[in-house]
Each structure stands twice: as structure tokens, then as C-alpha cells.
């Protein structure tokens, strides 16, 4: 099975997407099952895990009731205030649907670097492992020093980084970053995502300025903890849904068969505990 494990849904008028403006005039419309379904059945991609947008408890109801209605979405990783005292509760809650795999701080928008690691924040973290969710660190090279010791706080927690931990590939800054991923991938058991990539590099993007940063992801972490995703409709900033299909084809022409298919589902299955029908 092929899984596309990071795309979005999202609809305007909800109002909770501070980041969506109308400024973003190719994003800021409705993104719903029926738009993202003819590129999933052009390429053969039978399943996807559908991500949180918006700092809200309320779009994650949101985004399980659309998930009732598409099949093809197996799993949800919504939204949880982890500063709340009421956050065990929500996980609580929210985890009953069998659809929910994982949680997801807006990392990236919070001004406080070491926000993760405040002791307050304790619960949160203890009740998304007893609730046997997905933690989705949406995180920018200057956490990743961070969350090096998020994880090893809590080395039972499944997660997984999201887009590569968004390298500066556009200025081409490569050592830190390239330094920090290499220490995670050594010392936890974190997945990383290969998606959202074409975003952080130039308007006139070619393979060539994406190859040294998937190629570090993919000599550190390994086929067995790399996962696909399109980051759709993000991606579209920079890129056709198709294009980042023959470009992730391209990039992985040199794995073989079975390390191809991890990559592109397998390992989706296991970082989200996904129920699939293949």
C-alpha cells in the first residue's frame, strides 16, 4: 500500500488557520476529500494520514468527521493545547475515535525555542503515550537541539519529524542542521519525514538542490524510518502534486524494491499504527 502520510484539509471561512490569509491566494480556498482524491488515484496512492492545520481542538473534530467520509484517509493527527491542565482529557476524548494516530504542537510558530521542554508540559507528553498516539514534531533547525532532548526524556515515544525538520535549502545551509538530524537518527528511534522539502528551497527548484539533504536523511535514518508525504496543498507553492511524485521517484530510483515500498507506506503503517485493508 501506498500512503501519503502528510497532507491537509482545510476550509477558510472555519476561521481558526491564523497562519491561512487571503494573502495566500493559491491556498486560501477550501481543500476537501473531493480536490485531493483524482492525484491519489492517478498515482496509486490508496491512503493517506490527514494532518492538523490550525491550533485548535475544534479542527480536529473537524478533520475526524471528514475522515469518517473518505476512506482513503486511515489516520488523523490533530491538535491538543499541551499547555492546558484539560489536555489529558481532550487526548482522552479525542483518542476514542479510532481514526486519531497522532498529536502535533505547532512547534514551528511558537517563539519560545525551549517551549518543548517546559516541566509543565509533563502531562501532556505522559498521557499521548498512554493514549498510544503519534507525537509530529513540526520543528525548524534551531529546536532540533531541543528535541534532541525532548527524546531523550521520553525515549518510548513514537515520533516522527516532520519534513526533514525544514533545512534552509534555499540559502543552502547544510552542516548544523545535517549534524543535529544525524544525532537523532542515532540516538532515538524518531521516523523523519521526506516531504515538504520543495518549499524550503528556491522558486526554480531542480533535484539537485533537494539531493543532499534527502540523501543525508536517507544515509542516516535509512529506509526503514523514512516516510513519504506530499505536504498537499502546501507543496503547491512550489510544486504540482505530480511532480513531487516523479521527483521522490527520482530521488529514490537507487533503493531497491522493498526498501522503496517502506518508504512510500510500510513505514507509515508502523509510525501510525495505521489499519489497512492491503
Not at 486560501?28 to 488515484?41: E, G, Q
Not at 525551549?114 to 493514549?131: I, K, S, T, Y
Amino acid at each position: 500500500m501506498r500512503i501519503d502520510s502528510h497532507q491537509h484539509f482545510w476550509r477558510p471561512e472555519r476561521g481558526d488557520y491564523g497562519w491561512l490569509t487571503p494573502e495566500l491566494t493559491g491556498l486560501y480556498r477550501d481543500f476537501l476529500p473531493k480536490d485531493l482524491a483524482p492525484a491519489l488515484a492517478r498515482h496509486g496512492i490508496e491512503g493517506t494520514v490527514l494532518v492538523q492545520a490550525a491550533p485548535s481542538v475544534a479542527e480536529t473534530d473537524f478533520m475526524l468527521a471528514l475522515a469518517d467520509d473518505a476512506p482513503f484517509v486511515k489516520g488523523v493527527v490533530g491538535w491538543v493545547d499541551f499547555e492546558s491542565p484539560g489536555a489529558p482529557d481532550d487526548m482522552a476524548r479525542l483518542g476514542a475515535h479510532s481514526l486519531l494516530k497522532g498529536l502535533r504542537p505547532m512547534i514551528q510558530d511558537i517563539a519560545d525555542v525551549d517551549w518543548m521542554l517546559r516541566p509543565d508540559l509533563g502531562a501532556a507528553f505522559e498521557a499521548l503515550q498512554e493514549h498510544d498516539l503519534t507525537f509530529d514534531a513540526l520543528t525548524l533547525p534551531p529546536h532540533l537541539a531541543n528535541l534532541r532532548v525532548l527524546l531523550a526524556r521520553y525515549p518510548e515515544m513514537r515520533v516522527v519529524i516532520d519534513h526533514g525538520s525544514k533545512p534552509l535549502i534555499r540559502d543552502g545551509i547544510f552542516e548544523d542542521w545535517a549534524s543535529n538530524m544525524a544525532a537523532l537518527a542515532a540516538e532515538t528511534g524518531a521516523w523523519c519525514k521526506l516531504s515538504g522539502l520543495v518549499t524550503e528551497a528556491a522558486g526554480d527548484w531542480r533535484i539537485d538542490d533537494l539531493k543532499p539533504y534527502t540523501d543525508h536523511l536517507l544515509k542516516h535514518f535509512g529506509p526503514d524510518r523514512l516516510i513519504w508525504g506530499s505536504d498537499w496543498p502546501v507543496c503547491t507553492l512550489a510544486s504540482s502534486y505530480d511532480r513531487w511524485v516523479e521527483t521522490t521517484d527520482i530521488l529514490l530510483q537507487d533503493l531497491n524494491a522493498t526498501d522503496r515500498a517502506a518508504i512510500l507506506g510500510g513505514n507509515a503503517v508502523q509510525a501510525y499504527n495505521l489499519v489497512t485493508t492491503t
